[in-house]
């Protein structure tokens, strides 16, 4: 089975610096990926970054990327200098390869402060 | 296409009755997801189909839960009997079938049907 734990049930950042959501998984699966979403008030689950297990380096896209430490199990999702419109829930999830259901965790609510 | 479409965005039913919700996918994405967000928590798998066929259900799925996909095309999810605890975020995802390897870019979700059961 495969679990995501997100600690951070909130958090407050000034706009234009930069945010960690923290992200831990447990999984026996020796391949799998590891993915984050942004979840807006109008509700759908927007795409930001994948990792794969056995990917060397980390991941980025623009102003995102994915501090990934295979050991620990931690994938954190850095945003570099926060805008307003970074205000949503933030989700980490994973799915193993050759099963493409998702496993999300409880998300952590970003609030970007003027 | 502009991406995976729901239909209803918001629906307010009695308890004890049924609803029916639809999911068009990206019209080149063979796989359809279906996913239950409930306050609070993040998505939970409900069942996914690739074409027509129904490959995985989850234990969420109870017997009043059931998804179809004729034809391969849109499908519907439909709970029968509805409880308050049913009260939720139903959310659609499509992908294509990329082969071996997490559906990474191609996941796409819809804007999900809210439901309030009272």
């Known amino acids: 089975a495969q679990k995501i734990t997100q600690t951070q049930p909130g958090m407050f950042v000034q706009e234009k610096e930069a945010v960690t959501l923290d992200c831990t998984y447990d999984?026996?699966?020796?391949?799998?990926?590891l993915f984050w979403y942004k979840q807006p008030s109008s509700g759908e689950m927007i795409f930001l970054i994948y990792?794969?297990?056995?990917?060397?380096q980390n991941a980025t896209e623009g102003r995102y990327s994915l501090n990934f430490q295979k050991a620990r199990k931690s994938a954190n999702l850095v945003i570099s200098a926060s805008q307003l419109g970074d205000s949503a829930m933030y989700f980490c999830?994973?799915?193993?390869?050759?099963?493409?259901?998702?496993?999300f965790g409880t998300g952590t609510r970003l609030t970007i402060i003027p | 296409d502009t991406g995976v479409s729901q239909d209803p965005r918001h629906k307010i039913t009695k308890r004890g009755q049924n609803v029916t919700f639809r999911c068009d996918p990206i019209?080149?994405?063979?796989?359809l997801y279906w996913y239950r967000q409930t306050l609070g928590q993040g998505p939970e798998f409900l069942t996914y189909?690739?074409?027509?066929?129904?490959?995985?259900k989850s234990r969420l799925l109870s017997d009043r839960f059931s998804a179809e996909r004729p034809k391969g095309s849109f499908s519907t999810l439909e709970i029968q009997r509805t409880e308050q605890g049913d009260s939720a975020m139903y959310l659609c995802?499509?992908?294509?079938?990329?082969?071996?390897?997490?559906?990474?870019?191609?996941?796409?979700f819809g804007s999900g049907t809210r439901l309030t059961v009272v």
């Open positions: 995802a499509s992908s294509p079938s990329l082969g071996g390897g997490p559906a990474n870019y191609g996941y796409t």
């Open positions: 999984t026996s699966d020796p391949s799998y990926g």
């Open positions: 990792q794969g297990s056995y990917d060397q």
């Open positions: 999830a994973m799915s193993s390869f050759g099963n493409e259901k998702l496993t």
């Open positions: 019209s080149e994405h063979n796989r």
């Open positions: 189909f690739q074409n027509e066929a129904q490959l995985e």
